[in-house]
């Protein structure tokens, strides 16, 4: 049988990745809030989450309905990196709440695609990005300054906490990156791997702060209550789809590119919460570090779009798996 060339993914593939991933990336948001409002164990329930993954792709393998491969200690071994990553990431953005407040916080987060890209281009792939590409992440990250100037009440340890997340976050997404397209991994795969090598870590962390066994018994109790049962395993389902999402968006299209969806799903988050929460000030350079944030996001999108019509146009199935 012939084997096809490998090919890049399709401009409607490509879009349809970063919309659905902003779109549960959105939705997470919060049901996360909702669900920590009523159970405020959130390791325990990252903990679940990274559980429920792993048992649903281990499951749906063993019963045929997907491609992905089983456990390999040498690919493991390579995407353990990736797996401490992204758990440093989340420990230290849960800490960095307890100092920074959160419009502070989404601010500090915006920043991530600026440091995606000096790290792209330094260890990455790719290249050196267009004069467009660079100019509206700056764009974007000057958008994200301006907002934040209006809230800044400075706590050095919090946004150092914070800082380091953007850090971790950065290598995170490049390195899932570089797993997708140079290993021949599809995003389940790399998601199975993320929630497996995960686990062992989070249970250690969910021990060490005294979360466990405190947090499984308010868990059984809670779960009593249908409408919090129906939240967690709502929770638990979106964790899936999120991961599955931002996999599947960081292959198809970049790392760069999963960070600004992230940045204009905080517009459209913060937008929301002004809406469902209140309780907020609205000052000016909040409003005009949006406007520019979002003129940003949209230039980069342009930016990106025309290079990829650009190139031939080609077709991708993730799913089945990035053939070398």
Not at 126 to 139: D, E, R
Not at 176 to 191: F, Y
Not at 261 to 288: I, Q
């Amino acid at each position: 049988m012939e084997v096809q060339p490998e090919m890049e993914p399709s401009s409607s593939i490509s879009l349809i990745a970063a919309v659905s991933y902003g779109i549960a990336s959105m939705a997470m948001v919060f049901i996360n809030k909702a669900v920590i409002m009523q159970y405020p164990h959130s390791m325990t329930v990252l903990t679940l989450q990274q559980l429920a993954t792993s048992l649903l792709i281990h499951c749906g393998r063993r019963m045929g309905y997907t491609r992905a491969r089983g456990i390999d200690m040498a690919t493991a071994k390579k995407l353990l990196p990736v797996s401490i990553f992204y758990n440093a990431n989340v420990a230290f953005a849960l800490a960095s709440l307890k100092g920074v407040n959160i419009p502070m916080y989404i601010a500090i987060k915006r920043l991530t695609p600026l440091a995606v890209l000096i790290a792209g281009y330094l260890f990455g792939k790719g290249g050196k990005p267009t004069t467009q590409v660079a100019l509206s992440v700056l764009l974007t990250a000057a958008g994200c300054v301006i907002a934040a100037l209006g809230d800044f009440s400075f706590d050095l340890f919090g946004y150092g906490l914070a800082l380091t997340s953007v850090f971790f976050q950065t290598m995170y997404l490049v390195l899932v990156e570089k797993s997708g397209a140079e290993d021949g991994l599809s995003s389940i795969e790399i998601m199975f791997y993320n929630s497996f090598l995960s686990l062992p870590f989070l249970s250690f962390l969910i021990i060490v702060t005294g979360e466990f066994p405190n947090s499984l018994s308010l868990l059984l109790a809670k779960c009593s209550y249908l409408p919090f049962l129906v939240l967690l395993v709502l929770s638990l389902v979106m964790g899936i789809v999120l991961n599955f999402t931002m996999f599947l968006c960081t292959i198809v299209n970049s790392a760069l590119t999963t960070t600004i969806v992230g940045v204009l799903k905080g517009v459209g988050s913060t937008t929301l919460g002004f809406v469902l929460l209140g309780g907020v000030e609205v000052h000016a350079l909040n409003v005009s570090g949006l406007v520019v944030n979002t003129a940003g996001g949209v230039w980069y999108s342009y930016a990106k779009y025309r290079q990829k019509k650009a190139k031939p146009a080609k077709t991708l199935s993730d799913l089945e798996a990035h053939k070398k």
